[in-house]
């Protein structure tokens, strides 16, 4: 493994965010954007450049200076053979353009793709690389990437440095760095918007293409909690599944998205896609309802960053109750059934 | 396997704000229960042999025994000490040496991610290590031939790939029902042999290994932050409470003021 010579730093430069595709091809997934908002103030910090990777089966579509108006470079590798995803072509391809430009950092979104692709691309490079970040830091004077993430489920926060090696990588929880994201609006209207380099997909990494036969949808829309503002999130102390039905019933009213605990979730109430927490989805909405939740620490590493907590438990002694923001002590089925109704009876 | 301490999330000692780990039992990564049982399906299936794989301090010999119960054919524990200390790219590296030594593997199926660091990276990276073709979160697959088709799961749904073998997958808990230990099981692997593999066999790179071949580093560990806040209690009739909490949610404007 190659261990970088003091001599070697300098020649690795600028913040790389690798892009996550969306849902259709040449379509960028928002978690880019929170990413790469943080990457923007990286390669500010450091003095260097953020480039944007995109790759994939983009149908000819080279207009992403647009989409990432803020960033220096925008990489594009298009090839119509890739279709879907295939660890062992987008690992090469990646790896490759590590060797020829020299990132000092890479970063990854933490979805299914991203955790399976960033290890693999490490090994090949011979790169450090940190798991499901959730906040990133530049340590004055070395220049070292600090990369902070919760560790033994969540009762540590670790602090992580890759010092000896080029470049330094990390995966990044979708949701924590939402606010990061840059606004268009305010944004340096001087600021004269990326360089577009064209890649190719050279003909052995397109011979790694395995077969992908088929993709199913998941049935209905993708249940996209991090995206909403407000939550209303039900734990065991709900009940019952029918009891659950009245966090749907709330939410739809309000205009919010249901989500649930673990607890809720290994009832059989509702899927897995509604877990907030350390093994679920990170949130960071502006309010939070903790209905029937106890408050375990890895429940709270999934929420507590939401700007509003309130909790509703019987017990005014459980840990979600200390660290809400309000905190109602009562049955919690009752009193979101009186919200509803006050909801339904003011439309 | 990575053996794990029981209670998946360990406990912090009060007074040194560090990991206990003393005193805790160590289990099998329940991801990697699901593992063995699919490797053991494939075995009943197909044929071949399983070998369950661990790296880790002599204790971890219980998992493996564990596994042996469970009817693996051979259990290789990989333990020096220096391997103490390795990271996620190290781990791969030493457990794809191992990998490569058996001279015969034809897939190597891991957990989703292991409950004590949750990082997921020790299965891509093994496949790397050993140039294999692989596939994460896989929960159902089949074999033919040198083929093996997988179901792939990521947040809007499934993939169904074929890969060739020799291949490396890590597994999801929808990909089949472990089955339990029989006291027959346990008698019989109580005299059966855990090959133990240290550095000197596995004779692999030492600047790769351990606590100094690691790319990665904790350069410090912190208790979570507390919530920057304090706390409004509301309590009364349920009628009372709910006007308060629609109040508030006004208030804020995260709902609109009728
Ligand atoms: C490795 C690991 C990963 C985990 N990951 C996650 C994760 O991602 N997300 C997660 O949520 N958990 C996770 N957990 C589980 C976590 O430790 C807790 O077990 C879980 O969050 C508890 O769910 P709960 O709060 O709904 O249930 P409980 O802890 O049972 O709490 C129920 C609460 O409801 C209250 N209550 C009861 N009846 C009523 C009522 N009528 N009205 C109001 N309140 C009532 C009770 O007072 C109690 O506080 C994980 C655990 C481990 C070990
Ligand atoms: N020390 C180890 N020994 C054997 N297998 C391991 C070890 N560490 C990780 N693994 C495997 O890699 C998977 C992912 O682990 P991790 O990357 O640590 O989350 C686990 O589910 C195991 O199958």
């Known amino acids: 493994m190659k261990i970088i010579n003091a001599d070697d730093y300098g020649k690795y430069r600028n913040i790389w965010i690798i892009a996550e595709p969306g849902s259709a091809g040449g379509i960028i997934n928002p978690v880019t954007h929170e990413i790469a908002g943080r990457g923007r103030q990286l390669a500010d910090l450091r003095g260097a450049e953020l480039w944007i990777l995109v790759t994939g089966n983009l149908g000819g579509r080279t207009d992403y200076g647009k989409d990432f108006f803020y960033a220096d470079r925008v990489v594009i590798a298009d090839d119509s053979r890739v279709s879907g995803f295939h660890d062992e072509t987008e690992s090469a391809l990646i790896k490759r353009l590590i060797d020829k430009y020299r990132p000092e ?20 490079s011979d790169a450090g690389l940190t798991a499901d970040c959730t906040s990133l830091d530049i340590e004055k004077g070395s220049g070292n990437l600090l990369q902070t993430r919760p560790a033994f489920g969540g009762n540590i926060i670790a602090t992580i440095k890759s010092e000896k090696h080029r470049p330094q990588m990390a995966t990044v929880r979708p949701g924590v760095m939402k606010n990061f994201i840059v606004d268009r ?17 050279e003909e052995p990494e397109i011979l790694l293409l395995k077969k992908i036969l088929g993709t199913e949808k998941r049935r209905g829309a993708v249940h996209s909690i991090a995206e909403s503002e407000f939550i209303i999130s039900g734990g065991r102390g709900m009940g019952s599944a029918d009891n659950f039905r009245i966090i749907e019933k709330f939410a739809s009213l309000a205009g919010g998205a249901p989500a649930a605990s673990r607890g809720a979730v290994d009832a059989g109430w509702v899927p897995y896609s509604y877990q907030i927490g350390q093994t679920g989805q990170t949130v960071q909405a502006k309010c939070y309802i903790a209905c029937g939740i106890s408050g375990q620490i890895q429940h709270l590493v999934g929420m507590q960053a939401c700007e509003y907590i309130i909790a509703i438990n019987r017990d005014p002694g459980a840990p979600i109750m200390k660290m809400a923001d309000v905190a109602v002590t009562g049955d919690a089925v009752e009193i979101l059934t009186k919200m509803s109704d006050q909801l339904e009876c003011s439309e | 396997m990575k053996q794990v301490p029981a209670g998946s999330s360990g406990s912090i000692d009060p007074v040194t704000k560090r990991l206990k780990r003393e005193g805790i039992e160590s289990v099998i990564n329940p991801y990697d229960t699901y593992a063995l049982e699919e490797a053991l399906l494939l075995r009943d299936q197909f044929g071949g042999t399983v070998t369950a794989l661990s790296m880790g301090p002599s204790r971890a010999e219980k998992i493996l025994r564990d596994a042996l119960a469970l009817s693996a054919d051979r259990a290789i524990l990989l333990s020096d000490r220096k391997f103490a200390g390795s990271d996620t790219w190290s781990t791969s590296y030493i457990l794809s040496e191992a990998v490569r030594k058996t001279g015969n593997t034809d897939l190597v199926i891991c957990g989703k991610q292991a409950i004590d660091g949750d990082t997921a990276q020790v299965g891509p990276g093994i496949a790397a290590h050993l140039e294999w073709m692989q596939a994460a979160y896989v929960s159902a697959i089949d074999i033919t031939g040198d083929l093996l088709s997988a179901e792939r799961m990521d947040e809007h749904g499934t993939d169904r790939i074929i890969l060739k073998t020799p291949a490396v997958i890590t597994v999801v808990k929808d990909i089949n029902k ?17 090959e133990i593999w ?12 351990g606590l100094d071949g690691s790319p990665t580093r904790v350069v410090r560990t912190a208790l979570p932050p507390p919530r920057d806040n304090s706390t409004i209690r509301i309590e009364g009739s349920s009628g009372a409470v709910s006007l308060e909490i629609m109040k508030f949610l006004r208030e804020k404007m995260i709902i609109e003021q009728d």
Do not use: H, Q
């Open chain 2, 178 to 194: 472990p089955r339990l230990k029989t006291l027959k099981g346990m008698l019989e692997s109580r005299n059966r042999e855990i």
């Open chain 2, 198 to 209: 240290d550095f000197d066999y596995l004779k692999c790179d030492e600047s790769l290994t």
């Open chain 1, 185 to 201: 609006s305010s944004f340096n209207p001087g600021f004269k918007g990326p360089d577009v380099i064209i890649e190719r997909y």
């Open chain 1, 105 to 124: 950092v890479v970063l990854f979104s933490a979805t299914a793709r991203g955790r399976s692709l960033a290890p693999r691309v490490a090994v090949l």
